[in-house]
């Protein structure tokens, strides 16, 4: 917008830095343009205000880690109550049958889901390329094009088949050469740098145990030629530290080092097991760690050890992780599940609400590689989150940003990304959410015919 906007003091407001914003922020042109301190007024003229007196506000939350083709196997019959092995063992032959409107339509709807909870950036990590579905990232960024988050898609791969050693069906994975060129192809043609980018890509072999060690040397090589970021998931399970010490010799870090990935441009999913000297290694190499509390609930995986990573220097954002593990995509939600796991590792005090919204906001943003989201400042994206607390779960609260996660917020109430409305009054502007869950139910249900 060309016109300056005012946010007008907000009931309360969590800016994700110690600056006074008090009274709101002003936007204009789709970035931050002034905070305004507490019993100030703005100094910018100002051609609208939004009235935020009923409002808690907040940058907008970022997830950092995700599948949104799994909202399709949501509560799974053959996946309940397994560990992650047999989980995907369970879930790989169903996955293998995606096709390319049933991918567009849990991607339009993941999207939405995560929107409609305050989220504007989400990074999705995609590894499925069977047959029918070579063009996956194309899909998800036309998708995204539609709904309005921003997005990071990295693009995943899967090339260590049954046939030689791996979890994957031999139909789900591609050959080293197949899957480098298509990287290069999806970077040429979508990835955007700079501030702003509302597009980005990211190269991420889907884990130690479905790649071979050559596709990891050769994907960091690519990566850092484009000058695009690293991802994958690492030590998620003990089982999986198992499997390391027993095909490559080497623990998950060890591994990671060994393949030239032990780099500030590397952002890994779940980073539970690690011991206290491979935190130390992963903070010196400056690591981004994507925590993912429900997803690590519900597989049994364990407890990230966020406190000491950040001790060390790693970065540590926020992460649903795929609907088939959590079952959800609601990142306020996600941010409550945080500060309860995190309670059951540290002591009351030493981990708040505000440690685990700066995990949703800052943290995130540092795990992708960007300065220009993640926090409510000046010349910062006008990426922002608006939720009140006009329901029962938030009567007789007292202090309004410990209720919105103390008490249960699910969903915001207006949503902005770079300077845009994309949620007004709880519902989508732009997309007609009955019709996007009407497709998404069909597609769920053609999956497993
Ligand atoms: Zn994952």
Request: proline share 4%; aromatic share 6%.
């Given at each position: 917008?060309?016109?300056?906007?005012?946010?007008?003091?907000?009931?309360?407001?969590?800016?994700?830095?110690?600056?006074?914003?008090?009274?709101?922020?002003?936007?204009?042109?789709?970035?931050?343009?002034?905070?305004?301190?507490?019993?100030?007024?703005?100094?910018?003229?100002?051609?609208?205000?939004?009235?935020?007196?009923?409002?808690?506000?907040?940058?907008?939350?970022?997830?950092?880690?995700?599948?949104?083709?799994?909202?399709?196997?949501?509560a799974?019959?053959?996946?309940?109550?397994?560990?992650?092995?047999?989980?995907?063992?369970?879930?790989?032959?169903v996955?293998?049958?995606l096709?390319?409107?049933?991918?567009?339509?849990?991607?339009?709807?993941?999207?939405?889901?995560?929107?409609?909870?305050?989220?504007?950036?989400v990074?999705?990590?995609?590894?499925?390329?069977?047959?029918?579905?070579?063009?996956?990232?194309?899909?998800?960024?036309s998708?995204?094009?539609l709904?309005?988050?921003?997005?990071?898609?990295?693009?995943?791969?899967?090339?260590?088949?049954?046939?030689?050693?791996?979890?994957?069906?031999?139909?789900?994975?591609?050959?080293?050469?197949?899957?480098?060129?298509?990287c290069?192809?999806?970077?040429?043609?979508?990835?955007?740098?700079?501030?702003?980018?509302?597009?980005?890509?990211?190269?991420?072999?889907?884990?130690?145990f479905?790649?071979?060690?050559?596709?990891?040397?050769?994907?960091?090589?690519?990566?850092?030629?484009?000058?695009?970021?690293?991802?994958?998931?690492?030590?998620?399970?003990?089982?999986?530290?198992?499997?390391?010490?027993?095909?490559?010799?080497?623990?998950?870090?060890?591994?990671?080092?060994?393949?030239?990935?032990?780099?500030?441009?590397?952002?890994?999913?779940?980073?539970?097991?690690?011991?206290?000297?491979?935190?130390?290694?992963?903070?010196?190499?400056?690591?981004?760690?994507?925590h993912?509390p429900?997803?690590?609930?519900?597989?049994?995986?364990?407890?990230?050890?966020?406190?000491?990573?950040?001790?060390?220097?790693?970065?540590?954002?926020?992460?649903?992780?795929?609907?088939?593990?959590?079952?959800?995509?609601?990142?306020?939600?996600?941010?409550?599940q945080?500060?309860?796991?995190?309670?059951?590792r540290?002591?009351?005090?030493?981990?708040?609400h505000?440690?685990?919204?700066?995990?949703?906001?800052?943290?995130?943003?540092?795990?992708?590689?960007?300065?220009?989201?993640?926090?409510?400042?000046?010349?910062?994206?006008?990426?922002?989150?608006?939720?009140?607390?006009?329901?029962?779960?938030?009567?007789?609260?007292?202090?309004?940003?410990?209720?919105?996660?103390?008490?249960?917020?699910?969903?915001?109430?207006?949503?902005?990304?770079?300077?845009?409305?994309?949620?007004?009054?709880?519902?989508?502007?732009?997309?007609?959410?009955?019709?996007?869950?009407?497709?998404?139910?069909?597609?769920?249900?053609?999956?497993?015919?």
């Amino acid at each position: 917008m060309s016109t300056s906007l005012w946010i007008k003091k907000p009931l309360s407001i969590f800016n994700a830095n110690q600056q006074d914003a008090g009274n709101g922020i002003v936007i204009k042109n789709g970035v931050i343009i002034e905070l305004v301190a507490s019993n100030h007024e703005p100094t910018q003229p100002i051609d609208a205000i939004f009235d935020a007196s009923q409002h808690v506000l907040l940058p907008g939350l970022i997830n950092t880690h995700h599948h949104l083709y799994q909202t399709l196997t949501r509560a799974f019959p053959d996946s309940l109550n397994k560990r992650l092995f047999p989980w995907l063992q369970a879930l790989y032959p169903v996955w293998a049958k995606l096709q390319p409107d049933m991918l567009h339509a849990a991607t339009e709807l993941g999207l939405s889901e995560l929107l409609l909870s305050g989220c504007t950036t989400v990074a999705d990590h995609h590894y499925l390329f069977p047959q029918a579905l070579t063009e996956a990232i194309d899909i998800q960024v036309s998708a995204a094009k539609l709904i309005g988050n921003r997005v990071m898609l990295t693009r995943g791969s899967m090339s260590l088949g049954q046939d030689d050693g791996g979890l994957p069906p031999q139909s789900t994975v591609q050959s080293d050469a197949e899957i480098l060129d298509d990287c290069q192809r999806v970077i040429t043609q979508f990835h955007q740098q700079g501030e702003g980018a509302m597009v980005q890509l990211a190269l991420a072999p889907c884990s130690p145990f479905s790649v071979t060690t050559d596709l990891m040397k050769e994907t960091a090589k690519l990566a850092r030629a484009n000058g695009v970021r690293l991802h994958t998931h690492l030590a998620e399970t003990e089982d999986e530290n198992n499997f390391c010490l027993s095909t490559f010799g080497l623990r998950p870090v060890d591994y990671l080092e060994s393949v030239g990935w032990l780099s500030s441009d590397v952002w890994l999913a779940h980073g539970i097991h690690f011991n206290d000297q491979e935190i130390k290694r992963l903070g010196d190499a400056k690591v981004g760690v994507a925590h993912c509390p429900s997803s690590n609930m519900i597989l049994a995986s364990g407890i990230c050890r966020t406190k000491e990573l950040e001790a060390a220097g790693v970065h540590v954002g926020l992460a649903v992780d795929g609907s088939a593990s959590n079952d959800g995509s609601n990142m306020i939600q996600e941010v409550r599940q945080a500060l309860m796991i995190n309670r059951l590792r540290y002591q009351a005090d030493q981990v708040t609400h505000l440690d685990a919204l700066f995990w949703a906001t800052k943290g995130s943003a540092q795990v992708l590689g960007r300065d220009d989201i993640g926090e409510l400042a000046v010349g910062k994206q006008a990426d922002i989150a608006l939720f009140n607390l006009d329901e029962l779960r938030f009567s007789g609260s007292h202090d309004p940003l410990a209720a919105l996660i103390l008490c249960g917020a699910h969903k915001a109430d207006y949503v902005m990304v770079a300077g845009h409305w994309k949620v007004k009054l709880g519902q989508l502007i732009d997309s007609d959410i009955d019709e996007i869950q009407a497709r998404h139910r069909e597609a769920a249900s053609n999956l497993i015919l």
